[in-house]
T-cell receptor, first 110, second 113 residues
Framework: GNSVTQMEGPVTLSEEAFLTINCTYTATGYPSLFWYVQYPGEGLQLLLKATKADDKGSNKGFEATYRKETTSFHLEKGSVQVSDSAVYFCALIGAQKLVFGQGTRLTINP | DSGVTQTPKHLITATGQRVTLRCSPRSGDLSVYWYQQSLDQGLQFLIQYYNGEERAKGNILERFSAQQFPDLHSELNLSSLELGDSALYFC????????????FGEGSWLTVV
């Protein structure tokens, strides 16, 4: 079946540091890939998505590229801010089923 | 605002009781999903409905049930509540006009005391 594996957290960085959160997946066919973010005390928000190989999703300075050859969808940001502190979930949808990774808690210190 | 509406936002109830969580999907979305998020178990898929019919079942306890009504809103019923059922319950929806994206509501916080 489909599965998503995320880099284990928690991750703690200083403000303006470079961020990478790794995500790899196993799926049949050609799933769409997503990053969701959950800020403290809030629900899940869609951060970005990519629907086919080599697509790059981007939003709020975050980027992720759909890499079919490495089955990866790593999340990156060049300069993180304190307000980026949240839990990040990688996910895929295939045959209308959404499968999540375990989530990575990110804390940014000023 | 994702367009998915969940009520109530917060609920406190006693063990052994029964509660109903309600979800209104985005306009035009036919699929509704329910997820449970607890502190120690991450996001657990419970159940999915498509146009009124159950489509997929995940880690849903027998004490829990759900349904999707003709107007496409959905309800998740939790009965014989236990302390361990305390969690954030998410509803999500998708459909033919959602670009294969699943949108989440803000969740219903359930505390069992």
């Amino acid at each position: 079946g489909n599965s998503v594996t995320q880099m284990e957290g928690p991750v703690t960085l200083s403000e303006e540091a470079f961020l990478t959160i790794n995500c790899t997946y196993t799926a049949t066919g050609y799933p769409s890939l997503f990053w969701y973010v959950q800020y403290p005390g809030e629900g899940l928000q869609l951060l970005l998505k990519a629907t086919k190989a080599d697509d790059k999703g981007s939003n709020k300075g975050f980027e992720a590229t759909y890499r079919k050859e490495t089955t990866s969808f790593h999340l990156e940001k060049g300069s993180v801010q304190v307000s980026d502190s949240a839990v990040y979930f990688c996910a895929l949808i295939g045959a209308q089923k959404l499968v999540f990774g375990q989530g990575t808690r990110l804390t940014i210190n000023p | 605002d994702s367009g998915v509406t969940q009520t109530p936002k917060h609920l406190i109830t006693a063990t052994g009781q029964r509660v109903t969580l309600r979800c209104s999907p985005r306009s035009g979305d036919l699929s509704v999903y329910w997820y449970q998020q607890s502190l120690d178990q991450g996001l657990q898929f419970l159940i999915q409905y498509y146009n009124g019919e159950e489509r997929a079942k995940g880690n849903i306890l027998e004490r829990f049930s759900a349904q999707q009504f003709p107007d496409l809103h959905s309800e998740l019923n939790l009965s014989s509540l236990e302390l361990g059922d305390s969690a954030l319950y998410f509803c999500a929806s998708t459909g033919p006009y959602s670009g294969n994206t699943i949108y989440f509501g803000e969740g219903s916080w359930l505390t069992v005391v």
